[in-house]
């Protein structure tokens, strides 16, 4: 190896990291930001929500009286199946469901380019949880919700306030933060 090739490759080695950090800094910088932004907002939801439940129209609901929600929103940019992961989904609801003592409920918000797309993955997957299909984006275009998917899944207090962003079925360190903060509120 000559040492024009070694200094090469280290060229390209260091030029490799350095962008690895600046990437890695400007992710950290971006994720403080958004959740700076969004701590303590109160989310708004429109009046006349018709949830589907297993791929058919249920009434209008109104949330659950839990003390904590988990509030996911998923728009129609990419693939659906893949972004929505409702296998996973519905094992943490179980979860949530024997460990949780009722605290937590779950508000499915969905913004789809293809209902009935939706409606048979809803079924495929067996996935018996309520969710709102929101035709029109409403729930977005009332609270102007951040265009990154990693940033579209919030705890929320029983008053609607964001308590915490973050996905759980993503990140499991996520799901151990809610978890933590359901069992032993931090008051104010």
């Given at each position: 190896m000559s040492?024009?090739?070694f200094l090469i490759g280290s060229f390209i080695i260091l030029f490799v990291l350095f962008f690895s950090c600046n990437n890695i800094t400007n992710k950290h910088e971006e994720t403080e930001k958004v959740v700076t932004e969004w701590i303590g907002k109160t989310i708004q939801f429109p009046n006349n929500m018709v949830f589907l439940e297993f791929g058919r129209d249920t009434v209008s609901a109104c949330f659950s009286k839990t003390p904590y929600k988990i509030?996911?929103?998923s728009d129609s940019i990419g693939c659906t199946s893949c972004k929505l992961k409702l296998l996973e989904?519905?094992?943490?609801?179980q979860e949530s469901d024997t460990t949780l003592n009722g605290k937590l409920s779950f508000i499915f918000c969905f913004y789809p380019k293809n209902r009935k797309e939706l409606q048979l993955l809803l079924i495929q997957n067996r996935f018996n949880y309520p969710v709102f299909v929101d035709m029109y984006d409403e729930l977005n275009n009332m609270n102007r919700l951040p265009q990154k998917s990693a940033y579209q899944c919030f705890l929320l207090d029983q008053w609607n306030k964001v308590i915490?962003?973050?996905?759980p079925v993503l990140n499991t360190q996520v799901w151990e933060l809610y978890k933590q903060i359901i069992i032993k509120p931090i008051t104010n």
């Open positions: 040492a024009n090739s509030l996911l929103y989904w519905q094992s943490l609801i915490s962003i973050g996905n």
